[in-house]
């Protein structure tokens, strides 16, 4: 068993009296047995490193950080791609199903991870996410002190990302459009829906190609609510192919490795806050519309 760098939680407020405590109500699927080991074997600490025992007291905003651990990892039989690194930026072409992060049952088997071991980085640091069943670029920073620089983009919204997804054609829709609405955390948990409100998602959806009953479209995200492309997409009537979670839950629980989503995050670009130089970068993965 494993570990990379620690995962990072801030105690909100609550009735507890111990940190232990407040660990098992908030993650409810892992036993107090756990955590108790895992205190018990220094793995979990403070922001300083100093090991937390279970009697530690609860204080709201006390920074706990814990190591996640798994003790059996299922492979993702797919392989990342470099397509540009130095000492301030890497970027990736991450293949469909591998995640970001740890997540669930990942902790080795992530895209971090992989980059860690791969370039001798630990201080490697994702600048933006995207879902585990997505394809495509992620950047990540390598360099502390040039992080906020390159954060600044995204916070921002001075970087342009675009996505290309194949999904029903909508013969019938007037593009380009922008689709704006309220995106919540749904039911069950993992999924996402809109509801009535102030928009707090915004995406810029064109056609990219027409052709049968698949068209390819072109996808802008303005704002980067979880699962925001996946959801405007369905709420169209045109959910992405492939997709098991929009507009209804049919996903299993393994992998199916023949049919991943067909969302790619296709390109990257904007004025490198370091040099003032433009910087674009493009998948080299592709989408495949049914036979």
Known sequence: MTNIA????????????????????????????????????????????MPLDPQTPHRVGLCVRYYREVAVETPIPFCEHLLHVDEHLVVADKPHFLPVTPAGGFVQETLLHRLIQRLGNPDLVPLHRIDRATAGLVMFSANPASRSAYQALFRERRIDKQYLALAPALPATDFPLVRRSRIVTGEPFFRMGEVPGEANSESRIDVYERGGDYWCYTLQPV?????????????????????????????????????????????????????????????????????
């Open 6 to 49: 620690p995962s990072t939680l801030h105690l909100r407020p609550g009735p507890w009296i111990t940190i232990l405590d407040c660990l098992c109500a908030h993650f409810t699927t892992i036993p107090r047995e756990t955590w108790l080991d895992r205190m018990t074997r220094g793995r979990v600490i403070d922001a300083d490193g």
């Open 223 to 291: 704002t980067g609510r979880k699962h925001q492309l996946r959801v405007h997409m369905a709420a169209l009537g045109a959910p992405i192919l492939n997709d098991g979670f929009y507009p209804v839950l049919t996903e299993r629980a393994e992998d199916d490795y023949a049919k991943p989503l067909q969302l790619l995050a296709k390109s990257l670009s904007f004025i490198d806050p370091l040099s003032g130089l433009q910087r674009s970068f493009e998948s080299s993965l592709r989408l495949h519309a049914p036979h």
